[in-house]
């Protein structure tokens, strides 16, 4: 039930998107994150250890590890764990590229994208985060579903 909540609360998100990721442009986004987001998370060190155990997850699902078949998991980690700090509201710097080229190509479906966010639920309740540190990490994701589906 939970988890059903949160991807309809994502594919229903009216939030506006958040600016581009582009490398060597302006910053992630000026939105401001929630704040005491990052130190719910566990600061990088949990952080870091959540993208660890959700990219591992991600990349045996059988509904979309197909999708990363030829990603190397360290990098994706470490560039997750950038991104998701700064959004968090973390020291960190994502310094790679926007969510639209990174994922153009990889036609990704409505499911695919529940899929991951179900594997990122997943991986948050066995890290031990709260519910509500969960929602507010997706309300900060939510936005990107525009460039990430690409199979409309």
């Known amino acids: 039930m939970k988890s059903t909540l949160i991807t309809l609360g994502l594919v229903c998100s009216s939030l506006p998107a958040l600016p581009a990721l582009a490398q060597n442009t302006a910053p992630m986004s000026t939105t401001t994150a929630p704040a005491g987001l990052y130190q719910a998370l ?21 509904r979309i590890g197909s999708h990363f078949k030829d990603a190397k998991p360290q990098p994706l980690k470490d560039s997750l764990t950038r991104q998701i700090c700064q959004l968090s509201g973390g020291p960190c710097q994502y310094t790679g590229p926007d969510m639209k080229t990174v994922h ?49």
């Open 104 to 152: 153009g190509e990889m036609d990704i479906t409505k499911a695919n994208f529940h899929a991951l966010v179900e594997v990122l639920q997943a991986a948050m309740d066995a890290q031990g985060i709260a519910f509500s540190q969960q929602n507010r990490l997706l309300a900060l994701l939510a936005p990107m579903q525009r460039d990430v589906i690409t199979v409309r």
């Open 42 to 62: 566990g600061e990088t060190v949990g952080i870091t250890r959540l993208m660890d155990d959700f990219v591992n997850r991600l990349m045996a699902d059988p």
